[in-house]
């Protein structure tokens, strides 16, 4: 059983910079492919980004692509999502998810492969 935690959300400014952390237990992190994914008030869960065991491959969503940067410590079991440049439109709930995948390069942007969430964290991003 792998519990996750996430922390680092607030309010910010547009244009201003978040980095979201995601705390592992319970598990071999180094196993686990992890992913960003948010939530907007009456909106469907949504993918952000993920990356590989390795740290090797990463992938994002259009919409943040050159704004957003995730990236993973396995020896601190954490894993970070770094936030630039943010908009309105990224106000939300952002979780973080650990999907089990062995394979070198392994990623999903697809919420039903994630094995465990976190909680979340809210961004709230001021006009």
């Known amino acids: 059983q792998v519990q996750l935690v996430e922390s680092g959300g607030g309010l910010v400014q547009a244009g201003g910079s978040l980095r979201l952390s995601c705390a592992a237990s319970?598990?071999?992190?180094?196993?686990?492919?992890m992913g960003w994914f948010r939530q907007a008030p009456g909106k469907e869960r949504e993918f952000v980004s993920t990356?590989?065991?390795?740290?090797?491959?990463?992938y994002y969503t259009d919409s943040v692509k050159g704004r957003f940067t995730i990236s993973r410590d396995n020896a601190k079991n954490t894993v970070f999502l770094h936030m630039n440049s943010l908009k309105p439109e990224d106000t939300a709930v952002y979780r973080c998810a650990a999907y089990f995948c062995l394979d070198y390069g392994c990623y999903s942007t697809l919420i039903q492969d994630y094995d465990y969430w976190g909680q979340g964290t809210q961004v709230t991003v001021s006009s």
């Open positions: 990356i590989s065991w390795s740290g090797d491959n990463t």
């Open positions: 319970g598990g071999h992190f180094s196993s686990y492919s």
